[in-house]
């Protein structure tokens, strides 16, 4: 099996890279975790990879004049990684079209809301403003507008009824890192990938139709490896 080599890109706590990292450490995972890029360098993430003996560089937007030369800066770290597939993982600023428009299909990102709910910032609270009694959080394909690409996965949480924004972005937290790497896996596969704007998947036994892979809300996942996921008939 050849392992997809996998660049991370961070801008704070690190979480879902440590998990990818985690997962990617089973060498049964198709994923080679090849680097790690930080456009902060005081990012707390920095130190998990460092710790992991993970490669990070940071590229900070202060060091270029405009938003093209740092995603061309970037662009050019994630080819001396020999980076395939780049995962976004809480990076925290807006990318350029042309950037995205190279990486499409191999660039995914973890947001924490259903999307398309909650797009942009403070999903969390504006998810208990709304009252929604089901959250989550959703890998998609990126695309230049921001948190809209092509869904490949959600993970679904109960909001309980005295939940704070803080309970919530724990528990959604929790599932985040059950479902990135699943997310990733697929990709990584071959059994996902972007098609004209949609998520195709190829899931063996012939089937081509898009199908979600959902997370319980008690977080036991209801297709917890693909040849189950494969049976999944909604
Ligand atoms: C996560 O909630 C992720 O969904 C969002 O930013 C947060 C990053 O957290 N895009 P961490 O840095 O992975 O801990």
């Not at 080599?5 to 198709?30: C, Q, V, W, Y």
């Not at 230049?144 to 959600?154: C, K, L, N, T």
């Amino acid at each position: 099996m050849s392992r997809k080599k996998t660049a991370i890109m961070i801008s704070g706590r690190g979480s879902n890279m440590a998990a990818l990292i985690e997962a990617a450490a089973d060498h049964g995972f198709p994923v080679e975790i090849a680097g790690v890029i930080s456009d902060k360098a005081d990012a707390p993430g920095l130190v998990i990879a460092n710790q992991r003996k993970i490669p990070a560089r940071v590229i900070a937007r202060a060091d270029f004049a405009n938003r093209r030369a740092h995603d061309s800066a970037i662009d050019a770290a994630l080819g001396g990684f020999g980076a395939e597939i780049v995962a976004l993982a809480g990076y925290m600023r807006l990318l350029t079209a042309g950037f995205v428009g190279k990486w499409q299909g191999r660039m995914i990102n973890i947001h924490p809301s259903l999307l398309p709910l909650f797009r942009g910032l403070d999903a969390h609270r504006r998810a208990l403003e709304a009252g929604v009694r089901l959250h989550g959080c959703t890998v998609h394909f990126v695309t230049p507008e921001v948190d809209s690409g092509p869904i490949i996965a959600q993970a679904a949480v109960p909001v309980l009824a005295d939940d704070t924004e803080e309970m919530l972005a724990a528990r959604v937290l929790k599932a985040e890192h059950q479902l990135y790497p699943l997310a990733l896996r697929l990709v990584a596969e071959g059994s996902v990938r972007m098609e004209a704007g949609r998520t195709v998947f190829d899931l063996g036994h012939g089937s081509e139709r898009a199908s979600p892979l959902i997370l319980a809300p008690d977080l036991r996942p209801a297709a917890p490896n693909l040849e189950d996921l494969a049976r999944f008939t909604p």
